[in-house]
């Protein structure tokens, strides 16, 4: 879900909050990114907040499934945003469509499902049918078992198979 005029938000300096409601989206902002300016209005007729204040502001949006990924995961070059799907052992690069999500993690809008292999690391070494070692990580974050291909650390170019 996106901001949208009417959004509920929170503003807080220091120990107050208060709640606002976005008035109005600059023409410039952008959907894709997520960045852009708004207009924010508030009741502040006891002035309690001050011109020049440094606030903190909350937009609350409606919750939804998302697709996210680590940023890193994407190779975005002059053809456009695209990621690397693992399939049968090898790398398939896929165009996609993101939105930002906060500073590490990208949104996925189109191009992947829910349940497709994606390289999150290393991508910048893949091409389109490189031989790939898939490495599943337990609840702990460490890798426990792999399947045969490339060897990690090793320029994807080099190693081709014939």
């Known amino acids: 879900m996106q901001v949208k005029v009417n959004s509920k938000v929170s503003i807080r300096v ?6 606002a409601r976005v008035l109005t989206i600059a023409r410039a902002a952008e959907s894709g990114s997520g960045r852009g300016a708004m ?10 907040f001050k011109s020049g204040v440094v606030a903190l502001a909350s937009v609350e949006l409606e919750s939804r499934e998302r697709l996210l990924l680590p ?3 994407l190779r975005i070059s002059d053809q456009g945003a695209a990621a690397f799907k693992i399939q049968d052992g090898k790398a398939q690069r896929v165009k996609v469509q993101y939105a ?7 949104e996925i809008l189109s191009g992947l499902a829910e349940n497709d292999v994606v390289a999150t690391t290393g991508a910048h070494l893949l091409f ?12 702990g974050g460490e890798r426990r078992r792999s399947q045969e291909g490339a060897e990690p650390g090793k320029h994807p170019r080099g190693e081709r198979k014939q």
């Open 14 to 19: 220091q120990d107050t909050l208060r709640n």
């Open 39 to 48: 207009t924010v209005e508030i009741n502040n007729s006891d002035h309690a």
């Open 71 to 73: 940023a890193g995961a």
């Open 100 to 106: 930002l999500f906060d500073n590490d993690t990208v």
């Open 128 to 139: 389109d049918g490189a031989e790939v070692k898939v490495a599943v990580a337990d609840s």
